[in-house]
């Protein structure tokens, strides 16, 4: 069976890019030093556009802001549209990246897809059954609000998760006030607010880490 050119350029790729993160991380052990987090524009990505999203919604059912006649769930559809389409983009530039493929980029990746996979699929699920518990007295959207609770939790446990691997107990800082606003959200479950509780939360338990991580990223091996 012959191995076609785009199939040995791609190997060859990939053979160079893990002699570039083996040169990088002989480097940092070299230094004492651990592989910094690769990741911090997901973060900042996906942080910025829920915030966004979740602002908008606030300013829509407050009647400060208005769609011209589309609904309330709008930004979030827009938001997990381009928050899709940004990840596959920026994924693919990420492979050149020194330290990609050392452990704690590779959780930080994997337990952060885990997490917008499972939301996703958290959110379509209440799409489909969130007016089907009314002959129980709960109103047809109330299902709605547990997405904050939800997310915040596990956000705090992809932050902990993401923190042992790569090292970086700040990060653990970030995971227990992400728990912090899954908890708060649980007080606004039949309130408004709860959206700008969720947009504040989207900004600093996402985008200001995002920003944090960023600024140590290596921008080519020591």
């Not at 002989?26 to 997901?42: C, H, I, Q």
């Not at 709605?144 to 939790?153: D, H, I, Q, T, W």
């Not at 956000?155 to 107990?169: K, N």
Request: net charge neutral; charged share 10%; aromatic share 16%.
């Amino acid at each position: 069976m012959s191995v076609s050119e785009e199939d040995y350029i791609d190997g060859a790729r990939h053979q160079a890019a893990l002699a570039s993160d083996l040169a990088y991380v002989r480097s940092l052990a070299e230094e004492g030093r651990d592989a910094p987090l690769v990741s911090g524009v997901f973060y900042v990505l996906w942080g910025g556009l829920m915030s966004a999203a979740s602002l908008a919604a606030f300013l829509i059912l407050a009647g400060l802001f208005s769609l011209g006649g589309l609904p309330v769930i709008a930004p979030w559809v827009i938001a997990g549209v381009f928050g899709w389409i940004g990840s596959m983009v920026l994924g693919r530039r990420m492979g050149a990246r020194p330290g990609v493929f050392t452990l704690g980029n590779r959780t930080a990746r994997d337990v952060w897809l885990a997490v917008g996979v499972f939301m996703t699929a958290f959110w379509i699920g209440l799409m489909i059954v969130h007016d089907d518990f009314t002959a129980y007295g709960v109103p047809p959207y109330f299902l709605f609000s547990l997405m904050f609770p939800v997310a915040f939790g596990v956000y705090g446990i992809a932050f902990f998760a993401t923190a042992t691997a790569a090292r970086l107990d700040w990060l653990k800082i970030f995971a227990l006030l992400s728990w912090g606003f899954a908890v708060a959200a649980l007080f606004l479950m039949t309130s408004n607010y709860q959206f700008l509780l969720g947009a504040a939360g989207c900004f600093f338990c996402a985008v200001a880490p995002g920003l944090m991580l960023m600024r140590q990223e290596p921008k080519d091996i020591v």
